[in-house]
């Protein structure tokens, strides 16, 4: 479905009993909302699902950028207004688990709970140079170049050869990406650094990361994790930066034990 909100046209699915609670899923940089595909069987049998896809991506308009993580909060906020979504669970991973942050931040009275999957709070200054190379790529090459080896960091390689027609989703999906849509993300993604400031979040709040996520690591979900009091850390065998489409099932069990056990 279509509607126009903060400017741009945005493109989101809505499912699930209509007065179940609300659980919102937001999606990495160069996916879209079919990411979560294999959560929504699970998840609508007792919530209200809404997925949507980011600025620049998917079926949503993609404006010249460059965007602000700031812009891509406020979109979901006048996302969640105009369907008069007053209180939701919020869900997201890598570029959601960023947005996830910072509406946990700045609109807490807006979330029941926080799920944050293979994400980080800050991108360090020496990560800089690859996100400023990604960017140069996608100016001059478009998003071709940059699919295997996203591919690479997304699942692992048993997944890869064993999965080919997951990847095959994956791998269109990343190169349907909007160039501008990437590019714009990858602006904010790079001003990245929220840690300092996640001792304020007071929402219930659960991290998932894949064991072997080489882009957003362990280590990087542990400090989200002790920055955040009471939140609680999942960490999934087998599982690389997509972890919910690499292990949906240990994925699926963790995310609605959470959700369950703050459902009021």
């Known amino acids: 479905m279509q509607i126009t909100v903060n400017g741009i046209r945005m493109n989101y699915t809505l499912e699930g009993p209509e007065t179940a609670p609300v659980v919102t899923l937001s999606h990495s940089l160069a996916a879209n909302l079919t990411m979560w595909d294999p959560?929504?069987?699970?998840?609508?049998?007792?919530?209200?699902?809404?997925?949507?896809?980011?600025?620049?991506?998917?079926?949503t308009e993609a404006p010249p950028g460059p965007y602000t993580l700031e812009l891509l909060v406020e979109d979901v906020r006048a996302l969640l207004q105009a369907l008069g979504i007053t209180r939701t669970h919020f869900v997201g991973l890598s570029m959601g688990g960023m947005i996830g942050q910072l509406l946990a931040l700045q609109s807490p009275q807006l979330l029941q709970s926080l799920v944050?999957?293979?994400?980080?709070?800050?991108?360090?200054?020496?990560?800089?140079?690859?996100?400023?190379?990604?960017?140069?790529?996608?100016?001059?090459?478009?998003?071709?170049?940059?699919?295997?080896?996203?591919?690479?960091?997304?699942f692992t390689a048993?997944?890869?050869?064993?999965?080919?027609?997951?990847?095959?989703?994956?791998?269109?999906?990343i190169r349907a990406t909007p160039p501008a849509g990437y590019?714009?993300?990858?602006?904010?993604?790079?001003?990245?650094?929220?840690?300092?400031?996640?001792?304020?979040?007071?929402?219930?709040t659960l991290v998932i990361v894949g064991e072997e996520d080489p882009g957003t690591p362990v280590a990087a979900s542990q400090v989200i994790h002790q920055q955040i009091k009471g939140s609680e850390l999942v960490v999934l065998k087998g599982a690389a930066h997509l972890s919910n489409m690499e292990q949906p099932q240990a994925f699926n069990e963790a995310l609605l034990a959470f959700l369950d056990r703050h459902r009021q």
């Open 158 to 173: 048993p997944f890869r050869q064993q999965h080919p027609e997951v990847v095959d989703k994956v791998r269109a999906m």
């Open 183 to 204: 590019i714009g993300c990858c602006h904010a993604i790079a001003a990245l650094d929220l840690t300092d400031r996640l001792p304020a979040i007071t929402v219930p």
């Open 116 to 154: 944050l999957c293979d994400t980080t709070s800050r991108v360090p200054p020496e990560a800089k140079p690859t996100w400023e190379e990604r960017i140069r790529t996608a100016q001059t090459q478009g998003l071709a170049p940059l699919v295997e080896p996203t591919l690479e960091r997304w």
């Open 39 to 59: 959560q929504v069987p699970a998840l609508t049998s007792r919530y209200r699902v809404l997925r949507y896809d980011t600025r620049g991506h998917g079926g």
